[in-house]
């Protein structure tokens, strides 16, 4: 590097954030930086095996499932379609194996780590907060934990993962979207959770928040 030159420093889309809460922790909010995302197309008929003897977890088969070992998932977007979800810096090496597993099957595996991030909303109140943005059905007997949907929220389009649903601390979900739409995003929620005690968020641009 030439001397006198700034070192490159990798930011999230939401770097300027802070994670915030609503009052007694009704809703809690933050971005889940640099995860490894990836898109597999595949057939999950073949490749299901392989990857399971590669990464050690099922690849769902059942629509709307996904699957958990570790910080590693396989989120269900399609018949032929997951997300592959692992730890900051784990993306690379996960990503091989799975190459690995499938030399020779048809497939094709794509990095969005830069193209996705995601917003992690959790607390007793998360599943009525994100109620308002969605046409979802969010009750515990209808999506339960474990689940992975796609739909609008507001007015951009994300995916849904219930990760888990404790009773004490309350359910946690966490929103893949694109990096453009992360801020409209994130001060939309924190708009919906402001009955709770949430914290006002202005649009980093200071543009006029448009909710519906």
Known sequence: MTKGRPIPVRRSPLHHRR????????????????????????????????????????????????????????????????????????????AEAARAALDGERHQLTDVGDYYTAIEVAGPRSRDLLMKLTTLDLHPRTFAAGMVAGSMFGRVNALLWLKGDGLAAGPVFQLFIRWSHADYLWCVLAACGREWGMPQEVPVKGETLVVG
């Open 19 to 94: 994670a915030i809460e609503a009052t007694a922790g009704a809703v809690r909010m933050c971005e889940r930086r640099f995860l490894g995302k990836y898109i597999l197309r595949a057939d999950g008929g073949t490749a299901g095996p392989l990857l399971h003897t590669a990464l050690g977890l099922d690849l769902p088969l059942e629509p709307l499932a996904s699957s958990v070992a570790g910080d590693t998932a396989w989120l269900w977007m399609g018949p032929d379609e997951w997300m592959l979800v692992t730890a900051p810096g784990d993306g690379f090496e996960r």
